[in-house]
């Protein structure tokens, strides 16, 4: 995969991901909570299988970072190994452990006339992750987004960029062997910065809500941009 794509692209590129997702939304939402987390344990085991893989595009994403001359920090929160693979495989298996948020009652009340009401939590739709260099990210935000039955774009930090594609084609075998639509993650597939900027401000037919994950920068763009 290519870490870049002409910007001329930007908006086709994101409008396909855009509708893919808001499909396998509508899908999601109508699986149960152990249809969610047989896709999550799958997607778990995919991540142990393909750890090899992970590591080895993480060594090309080290190996531009230390060209670049990214400090020892920076350097660390990118790296990963079969130990760190490890880990976000048994995050996933904790984040199926969780109670199923969907469908839970929230608040209840009956009305004089007798009519019964509730506040019932439901699937948002169509979540946006923007995050930083951390490539585990990846796995988490998805994973929270699959249980909660909700489809996700991910944007990760150019410096993580084969690392997190790894992981997430790792994801997407995995809910796929469970029977859910792969388009359920979706991942941007450039580092060019106008993703970014077309994800904020022209998707809201497709994308619900925009969670930004990282440095005061990166939120204050979300906060000035996203419409």
């Not at 992970?54 to 020892?72: C, F, Q, T, Y």
């Not at 996700?152 to 997407?172: K, M, Q, T, W």
Request: charge should be neutral; charged fraction near 25%.
């Amino acid at each position: 995969m290519k870490a870049d794509k002409p910007t001329a692209d930007i908006a086709a590129t994101m409008t396909a991901l855009g509708k893919a997702a808001r499909r396998a939304a509508t899908d999601l939402a109508m699986t149960s909570g152990e249809q969610r987390n047989a896709a999550l344990a799958a997607a778990a085991a995919a991540l142990r299988e393909q750890a090899a893989s992970i590591v080895a595009a993480n060594a090309r994403d080290m190996a531009a970072a230390r060209e670049k001359g990214l400090s020892g920090a920076l350097l660390d929160r990118l790296m990963l190994d079969t130990d760190r693979v490890e880990a976000m495989a048994a995050g996933l298996e904790t984040i199926v452990g969780l109670h199923d948020p969907v469908g839970r009652t929230l608040e209840e009340w009956e009305r004089p006339n007798g009519l019964r009401i509730q506040r019932v939590a439901v699937p948002l739709g169509v979540i946006g992750i923007i995050y930083e260099s951390r490539p585990n990210v990846t796995a988490d935000a998805a994973a929270l987004c699959i249980k909660s039955g909700n489809a996700v774009i991910l944007r990760g930090g150019s410096e993580s960029f084969h690392s997190s594609h790894a992981i997430y084609d790792s994801l997407r075998a995995g809910l796929e062997s469970a029977g859910l639509a792969g388009e359920a993650v979706q991942m941007v597939p450039t580092t060019d910065r106008a993703a970014v900027g077309f994800l904020l401000s022209s998707m809201a037919e497709w994308v619900d809500v925009v969670v930004p994950r990282g440095g005061k920068n990166l939120i204050k763009r979300v906060q000035d941009e996203a419409r």
